[in-house]
């Protein structure tokens, strides 16, 4: 976080949302504090965001003004009508800028997704943070300007330039995920309206609804409310008995597993604080465990994996035994395999098992790595997919395919795993046997899902509302390979001091109370950049050793610091953490150190 008394720069871009049809500048600001939130629809974080300027927005009414700014990652981000579903589909409740060309972007300098700048009436920029979990920073920072403005004369606290978008009258609104029922009916999640949908075989006609269909957390039946619920799973049926309810639904916003009961609709929290994780727990009773935006859930090894997309980890839940906790990765956002709680994940989204003579396996879907992945005798492996920033929509053999932020697959009769690409709008196979990729329908709005239905395959068609058995056309695509870049930082060969900074927010202080509350990881995409450094440490320092031979690559950080209250008679504890991807260069004249503002 850093303060200076610095003009903002003019915000520019293809056009506005939420606005009315109007275009904002800054002098239509003046007189409201604003925060621009520089994200892109497919980040995790940038979604976590999103939930926790809400209240924020609750608090301070018209006085305070979020802007969203959209800078894309994806090519199929760059859609306007792509955003324009994404502002809906998230509820996103303020005025959005489309800065496809990232011209904002640049113009504040931001390196990171997702990054929050704020402004104080007058149009200066006070304070500049990068990552989630900054919302008592943001209140403490706000409620100051409000404050101050409030008494100096310059704070206009009536009028919102936020103009809500009419509400669509369809049967679904961005259905998430769906399963097939005992008896041939199909539950669906109906994220965008926070309810579960059963519709009966033709997928069309509505059985039942489950939940309220409002936004917020409760158990019960007619009065059960969600919050984007995600995945769903079955379980088997001595299981069910056993525990007193049907399936499991990821209860995605809440950082919820949820309990459904099929006879009568009733829910229950079975796992999950609704707090949403921050670091390592000292628990593995469900109830007491925090979990990140489980996104899907499948039934393998004798109980529920868990696809935890907020820290790039598959979870387990054990519903007899009422525990949940870490079944594979280590939190740092990348594309790694090997041994479960070795590998890297960068948003795991879809879960499918495949039942063959030979056991079981569990293929994945990793969405920010655009990768298909599958775990057995406890490794992990990729089948298609080459990195973070490498996308695109390629058949043929593994090693060459290329997809765009999957989120949804299913194995079918005949052992290929078909995967709903989503961002390529499209339907594909991977068939192992062979090890090549072909695609099997194409022009979908957004599928999020899989289900093979005997023979049919249906997909739940997200930004088209609805479920659907597309014509098969199997074809090979040879697409464009896309690469995300950004901008290089230039560092000397050899030996590189990294240094996070870190300061406690006002009133805390750091907490040793269960040894050192300081935790860096350190990583590199291509691994072999690090010759040395790589690794877990509990310095805010340290220092690298750069490889010979490698001339560029991705530094991965990740930094948490827990603080407790100063004075407080009970104390609170609090966790700040972030991640980065520092894209480097290797040059003579580039700089000794890296330094990266945890928070100050």
């Not at 059960?224 to 619920?229: D, I, K, S, V, Y």
């Not at 609709?265 to 604080?273: L, N, S």
């Not at 390529?424 to 196979?429: M, S, T, Y």
Request: charged share 25%; with cysteine; net charge negative.
């Amino acid at each position: 976080m850093t303060s200076s008394r610095v003009r903002a720069a003019r915000l520019e871009g293809r056009g506005w949302l939420n606005t009315g049809g109007r275009a904002l500048d800054l002098e239509s600001l003046r007189g409201k504090v604003a925060v621009l939130d520089f994200w892109t629809f497919c980040c995790i974080n940038c979604l976590h965001v999103l939930d926790e300027l809400r209240p924020l927005e609750a608090k301070y009414g018209d006085a305070l003004v979020i802007v969203g700014v959209h800078s894309p990652k994806f090519e199929h981000e760059r859609d306007p009508q792509a955003l324009a579903a994404a502002v809906e589909r998230y509820g996103v409740e303020h005025p959005v800028l489309d800065d496809p060309n990232l011209t904002t972007w640049d113009a504040y300098a931001a390196r990171a997704w997702p990054t929050l700048v704020v402004i104080d009436p007058e149009g200066y920029v006070v304070s500049t943070m990068a990552g989630e979990g900054h919302v008592e920073a943001l209140d403490a920072i706000i409620g100051d300007l409000v404050a101050a403005h409030t008494a100096k004369g310059t704070l206009d606290p009536e009028g919102s330039p936020y103009v809500a978008a009419p509400p669509a009258d369809t049967p679904l609104r961005f259905p998430g995920k769906a399963i097939e029922l005992p008896g041939g009916d199909v539950l669906v999640t109906d994220s965008a309206r926070h309810r579960l949908v059963r519709l009966a075989p033709d997928l069309q006609t509505v059985r039942a609804r489950i939940g309220s269909g409002e936004r917020g957390r409760a158990d019960g039946t007619a009065e059960a409310r969600f919050n984007e619920p995600q995945g769903l799973v079955l379980l088997p049926e001595a299981v069910a008995a056993q525990v007193g309810y049907d399936l499991v639904v990821a209860d995605t916003v809440n950082h919820l597993l949820r309990g459904v009961r099929l006879a009568d609709g009733a829910v229950t929290t079975v796992a999950g604080t609704g707090r949403q994780w921050r670091m390592d727990g000292d628990t593995d009773a469900a109830l007491d465990a925090d979990l990140s935006s489980p996104w899907d859930l499948a039934w393998f090894e004798d109980r529920v994996i868990i696809a935890m997309a907020g820290i790039h980890q598959l979870w387990s839940f054990d519903p007899v035994a009422g525990t949940a906790a870490a079944y594979a990765g280590t939190t740092v956002e990348s594309l790694k395999d090997g041994p479960l709680d070795q590998v890297w994940m960068a948003q795991p989204s879809g879960l499918a098992v495949a039942r063959t003579p030979a056991g079981e396996r569990l293929w994945l879907v990793d969405s920010e790595t655009s990768a298909l992945r599958y775990v057995e005798h406890g490794r992990m492996h990729t089948a298609i997919g080459q990195g973070l920033f490498d996308f695109g929509h390629v058949d043929g053999p593994a090693a060459e395919a290329l997809m765009q932020h999957p989120l949804g697959l299913a194995v079918l009769p005949d052992g290929r795993v078909a995967v709903a690409d989503t961002y390529n709008g499209a339907l594909r196979a991977f068939d192992p046997a062979t090890g090549n990729a072909v695609t099997l329908a194409a022009g979908l709005a957004e599928p999020s899902d899989v289900l093979a239905l005997g023979e049919r395959i249906a997909v739940v068609e997200s930004a088209a509302h609805r479920l659907v058995v597309p014509a098969l056309d199997e074809a090979a695509v040879s697409g464009r390979h896309h690469r995300v870049t950004r901008k290089r930082t230039k560092v000397r060969p050899g030996a590189l001091r990294l240094e996070v900074l870190f300061e406690p927010a006002a009133g805390q202080k750091l907490d040793y109370t269960y040894g050192s509350p300081i935790q860096v990881t350190v990583s590199a995409d291509p691994p072999q950049l690090l010759a040395e450094g790589a690794g877990k440490g509990e310095e805010l320092g340290r220092d690298l050793v750069l490889a010979e031979g490698v001339e560029r690559g991705v530094l991965q950080v990740v930094a948490q610091a827990a603080t407790c209250d100063a004075e407080a008679e009970h104390p609170a504890c609090h966790l700040t953490r972030q991640d980065w991807g520092v894209p480097i260069e290797i040059a003579e004249d580039g700089v000794p150190a890296l330094r990266l503002v945890l928070r100050d």
